[in-house]
Nanobody
């Protein structure tokens, strides 16, 4: 089992920044891919970014490329998502997820999920 706990969400004005963190525990994650998804009210889960734990290879959704950055801290078993130039459309619950197989943008490829952290961007 893998446990994932997100933190760092909150209320921010448009143009502002936030840094989300996902603390992972319970299993060696060196072969895992870690990702962030988000779900806005009334919408489906949307892929945001992913990183291969061992290599640091990243994949970022076109909708946030250039504004959001994913990184991992091996020493702290943490995956971070830096959110810059936030817009009201970025308002959502942000979820951390872990996959034992691939760096993927598909929700079905992820085996473990955190509870989510709320991000609200005011205009």
């Amino acid at each position: 089992q893998v446990q994932l706990v997100e933190s760092g969400g909150g209320l921010v004005q448009a143009g502002g920044s936030l840094r989300l963190s996902c603390l992972a525990s319970g299993r060696t994650l060196s072969n895992y891919a870690m990702a962030w998804f988000r779900q806005a009210p009334g919408k489906e889960h949307e892929f945001v970014a992913a990183v291969r734990w061992a290599s640091g290879f990243t994949r970022v959704a076109d909708s946030v490329k250039g504004r959001f950055t994913i990184s991992r801290d091996n020493a702290k078993n943490t995956v971070n998502l830096q959110l810059n130039s936030l817009q009201p459309d970025d308002t959502a619950v942000y979820y951390c997820a872990a996959s034992s197989t691939v760096v993927s943008g598909a929700r079905r490829d992820y085996d473990y999920w955190g509870q989510g952290t709320q991000v609200i961007v005011s205009s």
